[in-house]
């Protein structure tokens, strides 16, 4: 880890890591806790539609995770939680300067719980409801995302800096657009995110 890059292996893991994956592209990132033993306590869609027969997927041999029905606060392997992409961890307690030279949603100048701490917060939202994954509410794109949830389990606050970033970049656009076309991009910018929330 560094200035440039936030990428870690997984020997460098430690239980109690904020970590989390970019998806399209940089567009966004998938948060989660790592809690030891190659698991990862993420929190994803609990709205998403389950998978028609025609574009299901197996469950994974590694943990048992079901994409095809599983949804909300979930406990996998960090395969199903990487699904491909590269792992980086989350700082915290950084300098000002370092926070401001790094991308929105990597680092913050916070201070976090021990890495205990943090694994028992998590577990005990994943344990609040196994069978739904509703321990930490109902999903929300803008107000209660998988960075909300790594972010309250590390440091007892629901941030989301991505969430953050894309309201600001609605207002912009609503700003500096008409009432109709900002509010189709304000749409199109939504729909992008909540399409690909996991």
Request: proline share 3%; with cysteine; glycine share 8%.
């Amino acid at each position: 880890m560094g200035i440039l890059s936030n990428r870690i292996s997984r020997e460098e893991l430690r239980a109690g890591d904020h970590i989390y994956a970019y998806r399209r592209g940089h567009t966004f990132s998938h948060h989660g806790i790592y809690v030891g033993k190659d698991l990862v306590i993420h929190f994803t869609s609990t709205n998403d539609p389950i998978n028609s027969s025609s574009s299901r997927e197996p469950p994974c041999e590694k943990c048992g995770h079901d994409p095809n029905t599983k949804r909300g606060v979930l406990r996998t392997c960090i395969n199903c939680f990487l699904k491909g992409h590269r792992l980086l961890r989350f700082e915290y307690e950084v300098s000002r300067l370092h926070f401001i030279s790094k991308h929105k949603g990597t680092c913050s100048t916070e201070c976090c719980y021990a890495n205990e701490e943090t694994i028992r917060r998590a577990t005990e939202i994943f344990n609040k409801d196994k069978v739904h994954g509703k321990g930490f509410g109902d999903y929300d794109l803008l107000d209660n995302n998988c960075e909300n949830f790594a972010s309250y389990c590390k440091r007892g606050t629901p941030v989301s800096e991505q969430a953050l970033k894309a309201m600001g970049i609605a207002a912009a656009s609503s700003s500096t657009d008409t009432q109709t076309s900002s509010t189709s991009k304000t749409a199109m910018l939504l729909s992008f995110f909540s399409s690909k929330s996991s």
